[in-house]
């Protein structure tokens, strides 16, 4: 444990480490780029950054990732999550929703699981985020979700997709028909959208 420590101290003394650090926050205003905010807002964390500075890169996240979903949903595009950049956009945007429900923000969350469903561009990842729709919708608590409905037994580290939650302790079909009802509700508030795109 001491070790890492003097690691971290000496890299916050890395005039190398800090002009990288530096090109990689300059590079994520310039490109308005949400996968090197993550990166940095990784980095930073790691070397226990000011609280002001980790906020000010997690808004960044957020709010550029809501100004490219509002502009992927006027030109119906989705998320395509084997481009890294569009796959930091949509974690951003789940992990908002999921801050959301942890708040008990139901029609927040909600929304945000419906319209991940409807742009991200990935049957499996569609499913689950139908899934977090149909429970907050079911009335189950973030707790509750998490506790009974979600399999964290098995969870791959080196998917690139591994911080969406995607394993259920039944299998995603069978959890949809049991949540048929929600499913119809859900894909009913969708519509709107889907007039757009025709």
């Known amino acids: 444990m001491q070790q890492q420590e003097i690691d971290i101290e000496a890299l916050k003394k890395d005039e190398n480490f800090l002009a990288n650090l530096k090109q990689i926050e300059e590079e994520m205003y310039s490109q308005k780029s949400i996968d090197k905010g993550y990166m940095l807002l990784g980095t930073k964390m790691a070397i226990g950054a000011s609280e002001d500075e980790i906020n000010e890169i997690f808004t960044f996240i957020v709010n550029t990732a809501f100004d490219v979903l509002a502009e992927n949903l006027t030109q119906h595009k989705g998320f395509n999550l ?11 945007i789940y992990e908002h929703g999921i801050q959301r429900y942890s708040e008990k923000d139901i029609k927040g969350a909600k929304e945000i699981f419906l319209v991940l469903y409807h742009t991200i561009e990935d049957e499996d990842l569609k499913d689950s985020m139908m899934i977090h729709a149909c429970a907050v919708m079911a009335g189950h608590s973030f707790d509750d979700f998490i506790e009974k409905l979600v399999d964290t037994s098995e969870i791959d580290e080196n998917n690139p997709t591994a911080f969406f939650i995607q394993n259920f302790v039944q299998p995603r079909d069978i959890l949809l028909q049991m949540f048929a009802k929600f499913v119809k509700l859900g894909k009913a508030e969708l519509e709107v959208l889907e007039k757009d795109k025709k």
């Open 82 to 92: 084997s481009n890294p950049e569009e796959l930091a956009t949509a974690r951003a």
